[in-house]
């Protein structure tokens, strides 16, 4: 609302009238200045910042026509008011004032009700046109400063009214874009048009609160930019949808830039990729590559110096990899036409050679990237090293999508880092056959344990002082519908990527117990039986694993001394801090714990004292007296007396001969187990060694 009261100028040569029209105009609220004549009417105006005029038009010298013309020479209608003031008989001079720019009349003698009325009437209409203006004006900035194209659709015609910033965004001039629905239409990318248009659609029938997309737009160079429309329905008073209107932003920038090293992102690197692709098939001759890169011990390192000095490291690697492609490969920023190096997400990168000449190049221009990556990184004043697993796909025929040969450079990537990493590999058919036989693998393990194909089988643990049987080694197998009895070694790596080496862990331990209970439940209340189950590393650090453990136990009614839980030695050596603190919650429990395949990890003697175990088993490949012309048999010489000294068993696996198990006596290991005894037998067959006590 104004603040001041209106200042209304009263010109009229006759006193009285505009005297007594003031003093009544003033009881009303407005301030009033009068002139006896329309001489110097502008210097008026000026001065006195007036709202609204009353000009007498029959006046001596300069005329009320005259003084009107001067007036809207410097000021429209709406920015000053003017009521002509005439007797009844001069209807001539109102036309002809009105037709000049008037906004009003009043006869003589003056009906001061009706002047009031007219007044009001006028400074409102003015007060609402500035009010307009100012909003318009705020619109405008508002726009301006928000870098947004604005668009206006009037259903009633079906015509656009699209901003000078709206087809600016698009690399358009003002005549360049028509005022049709198809302008905007037919410049969405088509994969996203018609999803627009059911967005469009809905926000129309009311069910969405305001129309909202994100979408791709044809910029004039041909590229595509994205953008992010919004919008709102007008409806008339009867409902009846007329109008949309919104805005447009261009968010090419957030939608396709990595945000840490400022890359191009998967999104756009898949858009330029499939670009190429489409190009490729036009110009077979033309051959490029896609490199799938993945940092090597890059979770260690984030890990342990901190996810502040990873950053640094994705950062820094990013420039490296820049510096070190060929000119012709160099990185573009958004803006450029091409670029050749992406950030997918965490420690992957991506890099399109485009335009190579021979496989080779593929290969030297990655030996190149792995040689530079290979220096130090100096982050602060804390050193890294890091190297990469590279996988290659090569541009072929056969490649409908982008995400196909995506796919495939992944795929030899992690060929790569099977093959012992920090190296690159080309995919190839070979990996193809590899990857399905591995997704169906994957996809009868996720249904195995629902039909109930697994299985344990048992392999006995002989105490070689009395050559009977001290206990059993629960192994899980997999009865598969159409490939036979698995091996773990054939999918317990699947389990392991899949996660689901949780849920075998488990079923393997609590059926390994089970099977104990029902084994003890035929035996003499004083015959010791211990069964050994083995933890994989995921199950290892499971939060509340012994509390589960401890709930098993009591449910079936077993002694915690009557299970040992084996942890490989590479285990426990990958966190010995938190490997130490899991282990005393087991021991708590009352369980008994072995270190299995010991030997073939971290060289760990240090750290036994600190673990708190029961039985070191010594690895197979150290029970051979003599391999390769090694004496391997040495590695059991040592561990005897090292385990004696800890209060540790020792249990020899992989034994295999006669000789093995006499120079396991002679060296006092106390346990074995391998084929010289038995191989792994069913629970039938294991019941039938209790009962019969067999003795080796």
């Given at each position: ?439 169906e693998l994957e996809t009868d393990l996720r249904h195995a344990l629902e039909r109930g194909e697994f299985r344990n089988v048992y392999q006995p643990i002989v105490d070689l002082v009395s050559g009977e049987v001290a206990g059993f080694e629960a192994l899980l197998r997999w009865d598969h519908p159409t490939r036979g009895l698995l091996n773990p070694g054939q999918f317990i790596s ?201 003795v080796w």
């Amino acid at each position: 609302m104004n603040s001041r009261p209106n200042r209304i100028l009263v010109i009229d040569d006759n006193e009285m009238n505009r005297d007594m029209l003031a003093r009544r105009l003033e009881r009303k609220g407005y301030q009033v200045h009068v002139a006896p004549s329309a001489d110097g009417v502008i210097d008026l105006v000026k001065q006195k910042s007036l709202d609204l005029v009353l000009l007498d038009i029959e006046m001596p010298g300069i005329g009320g026509l005259e003084a009107l013309r001067t007036i809207r020479e410097l000021y429209s209608p709406v920015e000053l008011p003017v009521i002509m003031v005439t007797a009844r008989n001069q209807s001539d001079d109102i036309v002809k004032a009105l037709s000049m720019g008037a906004n009003d009349y009043l006869t003589k003698p003056v009906d001061f009700a009706v002047a009031l009325a007219r007044i009001g009437t006028q400074l409102a209409h003015k007060r609402a046109q500035e009010e307009l203006k100012e909003s318009e004006e705020r619109y405008a900035l508002a726009a301006r400063g928000a870098n947004d194209g604005l668009w206006d659709w009037n259903l009633s015609t079906n015509l656009f009214y699209f901003s000078a910033r709206w087809k600016a965004m698009l690399g358009c001039q003002e005549d360049e874009i028509m005022d049709t629905p198809e302008a905007w239409f037919e410049r969405i990318h088509e994969a996203d048009r018609e999803r627009v248009k059911e967005e469009i659609a809905a926000h129309q029938k009311g069910l969405t609160p305001h129309f909202q997309s994100e979408h791709r737009a044809r910029h004039k160079d041909g590229t595509f930019r994205w953008m992010l429309s919004r919008g709102i329905a007008i409806r008339d008073h009867s409902g009846k949808l007329v109008r949309m209107a919104g805005s447009q932003t261009d968010i090419t920038e957030g939608k396709v830039s990595d945000p840490l090293t400022n890359l191009p992102n998967r999104l756009l690197f898949l858009d330029r990729l499939g670009r190429l692709m489409m190009h490729s098939k036009r110009h077979p001759e033309r051959m490029f590559a896609v490199f799938f890169m993945d940092l090597d011990g890059f979770k260690m390192i984030n890990d342990s110096m901190g996810h502040f000095i990873g950053d640094q490291l994705l950062l820094a690697v990013s420039q490296r990899l820049e510096k070190c492609l060929r000119e012709t490969d160099t990185v573009a920023r958004l803006g450029q036409q091409t670029f050749t190096l992406a950030r997918m997400g965490g420690d992957e990168f991506t890099v399109l050679l485009d335009d190579i000449k021979e496989p080779g190049d593929a290969n030297r221009a990655a030996e190149r990237i792995m040689k530079e990556l290979s220096a130090p990184f100096l982050l602060g004043d804390k050193e890294a090293f890091t190297s990469v697993s590279i996988g290659i796909a090569l541009s072929n025929p056969s490649y409908q999508e982008p995400e196909e040969i995506m796919r495939d450079a992944d795929t030899a990537m992690y060929r790569a880092k099977s093959l012992g990493k920090s190296r690159c590999e080309v995919f190839d058919a070979d990996m193809r056959a590899s990857v399905m036989a591995r997704l169906e693998l994957e996809t009868d393990l996720r249904h195995a344990l629902e039909r109930g194909e697994f299985r344990n089988v048992y392999q006995p643990i002989v105490d070689l002082v009395s050559g009977e049987v001290a206990g059993f080694e629960a192994l899980l197998r997999w009865d598969h519908p159409t490939r036979g009895l698995l091996n773990p070694g054939q999918f317990i790596s699947v389990a392991e990527e899949t996660g689901l080496i949780r849920e075998l862990g488990w079923w393997n331990l609590r059926e390994a117990c089970r099977q104990l209970r029902e084994w003890k439940a035929n035996l003499s209340p004083d015959r010791e039986l211990v069964v050994s189950v083995n933890l994989s590393v995921k199950q290892f650090m499971q939060p509340n694993l012994v509390e589960h453990i401890g709930a098993l136990l009591t449910e079936l009614g077993l002694s915690p001394q009557a299970l040992k839980l084996e942890i490989t030695e590479s285990t426990v050596m990958e966190d010995p801090t938190a490997a130490v603190e899991m282990l005393y919650q087991m021991k708590a429990l009352g369980v008994r714990l072995a270190i299995d395949d010991f030997g073939t990890g971290y060289s760990s003697l240090s750290y036994l004292h600190r673990f708190p175990l029961d039985t070191l088993k010594i690895d197979r490949s150290f029970i051979s007296s003599v391999s390769d012309g090694i004496d391997r048999m040495n590695i059991a010489r040592t561990v005897m007396p090292l385990a004696k000294n800890l209060s540790m068993d020792v249990v020899a696996e992989g034994v295999e001969t006669a000789e093995q198990v006499q120079e396991l006596k002679r060296l006092k290991c106390g346990f074995a187990q391998g084929f010289y005894f038995s191989k792994p037998v069913s629970p039938q067959e294991a019941e039938a060694m209790i009962t019969e006590h067999a003795v080796w």
